[in-house]
């Protein structure tokens, strides 16, 4: 029983180092880019250096780094109004939530592909097909491989959902070439 409890809490530690990790990257791409300056592409075109530094006060953007990370976390968080800086203001977790349905498909979808091709690579392997036999006689376990990844590569913005990619989709393209954006 301890060993069980000692595995549970090792793997919960891990699991917020890791997101800890994850959120601390995420803040450097966005916020800290060399080039990329929030409270401009809030502002508008050629804002005045008066308007920068209303909207750098009114983001935390001129406080110290961890002050700056704190605020983001709380605004994602707990107060839910963290905005988009590249949508001029659109709250981010509403539009996650409004994603949520989408992603899900994808994932589930992904996971069904991704199951019936470990099934079929694993039966080639037990009933001992070869790359070779596979190559004269069928598609070969790279391309089963092949198709899983590109079936599941496709972003749910792109395609709305996994059910498209097979069955053609609305916009009459199947396979890979659905993922194009629409």
């Not at 349905?101 to 991704?114: D, E, H, N, P």
């Not at 790279?142 to 989709?169: D, E, F, H, Y």
């Amino acid at each position: 029983m301890v060993a069980v409890l000692t595995f549970i809490v090792r793997r919960s530690l891990w699991a917020v180092l890791c997101m800890f990790v994850i959120t601390v990257i995420v803040f450097f791409i966005f916020f800290k880019t060399p080039g990329v300056d929030p409270a401009r592409a809030i502002a508008g075109r050629n804002p005045s250096p008066q308007v920068l530094a209303e909207v750098r006060a009114q983001l935390g953007l001129n406080r110290p780094l961890w002050v700056q990370y704190g605020l983001m976390m709380k605004k994602i968080f707990i107060s839910r109004d963290l905005v988009s800086y590249s949508d001029q203001g659109i709250r981010v977790v509403p539009e996650i939530f409004g994603a949520t349905s989408a992603t899900l498909s994808v994932v589930f979808g992904a996971t069904v592909i991704w199951i019936v091709m470990a099934i079929a690579t694993g039966v080639a392997a037990a009933v001992g097909v070869t790359a070779s036999d596979t190559l004269a006689n069928g598609p070969s376990v790279s391309t089963t491989v092949g198709v899983g990844v590109g079936g599941t590569g496709c972003g749910s913005r792109q395609t709305g959902g996994i059910g498209r990619l097979g069955a053609g989709g609305t916009n009459g393209r199947s396979g890979a070439s659905a993922c194009s954006s629409k």
